[in-house]
């Protein structure tokens, strides 16, 4: 028969000195402080943002494929039957125009390849974006003047200084006009005002 082994108890002095395996601390040890994390805030501030911003884009993008199919599977109807896609598809547009312009370095190039996309369509659709350029005519027709500027030179009076937001036109029809900044000569704003007291 084998002899009974006997285990002399383990006092809690020498319990608390054992060294443990596997690289665990000893229960005096403190443990490490997994809690304390760097103040991200804002970083997650601005990231809620952009995906804010993107999850707009997203939205509209899915409501206007759904009508692009659904334009796709009905017979071809009039031009004015187009008019209400074509300002889906320009809302898409401004948003990412605006979305490329306070984008990071990194997601501008994303937004503006969407913003050219969604003018490709337009045009394709029948319509075209109206964006003067500064300098460009005042054409009351497809443009909004919002605000004037003096003129310094004569040769600038009654063009675009500032594009503040494209325009739409569907044929000979200007759905959504550009709001621009005229250039507008002294003589002219003392013509208006003179207008105005008549």
């Given amino acids: 028969m084998l002899a009974a082994q006997t285990v002399s108890p383990v006092s809690a002095e020498e319990w608390v000195g054992v060294d443990y395996a596997g690289g665990m601390t000893s ?11 760097p103040d991200r805030t804002d970083g997650f501030e601005q990231l809620r943002e952009q995906v804010s911003d993107l999850a707009v884009v997203v939205a509209r993008q ?3 494929i759904e009508r692009l199919v ?4 009905r017979p071809a109807g009039s031009a004015a039957a187009d008019v209400p896609l074509l300002v889906d598809l320009f809302a898409l547009h401004t948003d990412a125009a605006t979305c490329a312009a306070s984008a990071s370095e990194a997601d ?13 369509l337009i045009v394709g659709r029948g319509g075209a974006v109206v964006a003067p350029l500064p300098g460009a005519g005042f054409d009351a027709r497809t443009m ?28 000979e029809r200007s759905v959504r006009p550009a709001a621009v900044v005229v250039f507008q000569s002294a ?11 008549s």
């Fill in 27 to 37: 229960p005096e040890g403190a443990a490490p402080d997994r809690t304390a994390a």
């Fill in 144 to 171: 909004e003047a919002v605000d004037v500027r003096a003129a310094t030179d004569t040769a600038a009076d009654r063009t675009v200084a500032e594009l503040l937001r494209p325009g739409l036109v569907v044929g």
């Fill in 108 to 120: 501008r190039p994303a937004f503006e390849l969407l913003r050219a996309g969604l003018e490709r």
């Fill in 62 to 64: 899915t409501r206007t």
């Fill in 187 to 197: 003589q002219d704003s003392g013509d208006s005002v003179r207008q105005r007291n």
């Fill in 70 to 73: 659904d334009g796709a599977e």
